[in-house]
């Protein structure tokens, strides 16, 4: 035992480990029942993690080797539905082969939690991590949230489980990790003990939605017309109940781990007095930190602002960190043809976002990253630089492709 801030708590190991394998550690400690495998990188190596886990005897629990995406996201989605807590996961095309699935998954309201290593979608080929395969569920019902570090994975994982598995949610969660900056970096992960663990997640419990021969109910019924409306409605009504469940769950952990996460929504960096916001998911956060330590001992008064959880959108919030700067430059890494000002996702959703506020800041985006591109520390200073250029002459809603060969 050891003393936090005047509080008692438990000691807790740390270890040298992947992204995947942090969150193969959440899923051993949050005793999970049924997992269901199939290999596609860079997901593949939490299920080479569980499967150690479960071979060296430190882990009991189902794992099942699918045939396909599809049928993975099937078996979990009814071991989900009979009283299982599961684990699944995929990338890129994969997870979009299993999307008949995966969309039904969050209809029924099952809270499974998956992994989702971020990977370009083919073709053209490309092992390299973009956002948009995670993207393709926001607007399905499921849960996501971008992790940065390997820490953040496994705690976020056990936050994800714990958020899902409310009476008031019960949506499955994706948990979005950039394929090889984080899946297979290596980090020091502090990893909580297995009685810690219980205190804060409780065991699984569907209550009378649990599908079972003495409780006879249907679930998915064909209803077309007659009940579309209403459930979506319901579905859409318990998705403003979700921050709430969100703010508790990070609150608990802190107590119970005795460990400090922050604001759960978004990490701000320097922004305490920042004329301009750079903003962007995952990884990305590492160069844009340098950037804007760098920028900020030249005088330079830029700061980051991080999105953790993507759905729900944390609006308010954003509003008000936001609203602070005269000028945003919002990094994709992802694309979105077609789309107003034909620019990212994360930046349409951030307009949308400020579009009630009274200070309108200049909002330039950067396509940036894609296939698995680095975006180092001087590509993220040049983006600084492009967004103080587009307030200065009036572009607002500018929209660039960093880094592309002509």
Known sequence: MTVVEGKLVESQKEELLTGCEAVAHAVMLADVDVISAYPIRPYTEVMDAVSKLIADGKFFAEYIIAD?????????????????????????TGWMYAMEAIAVTASD?????????????????????????????????????????????????????????????????????????????????????QSLVRKFLPAYNLGDRRLHPDNPI?????????????????????????????????????????????????????????????????????????????????GTKVGLVRPKWFRPFPTELMQK??????????????????SPYYGGVLFNEIRSTLYSSKNHPTIANFIAGLGGREISIADMIKMIQLTYEAEEEGKDGQVKWMGVRE
């Open 68 to 92: 396909g995406e599809h049928s993975q996201f099937e078996i979990v989605k009814h071991a989900s539905a009979v009283g299982a807590r599961v684990f699944v996961g995929s990338s890129g």
């Open 109 to 193: 309201r099952l809270p499974v939690v998956a992994l989702v290593g971020n990977r370009a979608l083919d073709d053209p080929g490309a092992f390299g991590v973009e956002h948009n395969d995670a993207l393709t569920v926001r607007d399905l019902g499921w849960l996501l949230v971008w992790a940065s570090t390997a820490q953040e994975s496994l705690d976020t994982t056990l936050i994800a489980y714990r958020v899902a598995e409310d009476p008031k949610v019960m949506f499955p969660t994706a948990l979005a990790m950039d394929g090889g900056f984080l899946t297979h970096s290596q980090h020091m992960v502090r990893i909580p003990s």
């Open 218 to 298: 249907s679930i998915a019924p064909q209803v077309n017309e007659d009940w579309v409306m209403e459930i979506r409605m319901q579905n859409a009504e318990a998705t403003k109940r979700v921050p709430a469940v969100i703010d508790k769950a990070y609150r608990e952990f802190e107590d119970v781990f005795g460990r400090e996460l922050g604001n759960p929504w978004l990490e701000e960096y320097m922004m305490e007095d920042a004329e301009l916001a750079i903003v962007g998911m995952g990884t990305l956060a590492m160069p844009a930190k340098a950037a804007v330590k760098r920028l900020r001992s030249r």
């Open 321 to 338: 960190v936001l609203s602070r700067v005269s000028a945003i430059g919002v990094v994709d890494r992802d694309f979105s043809y077609g």
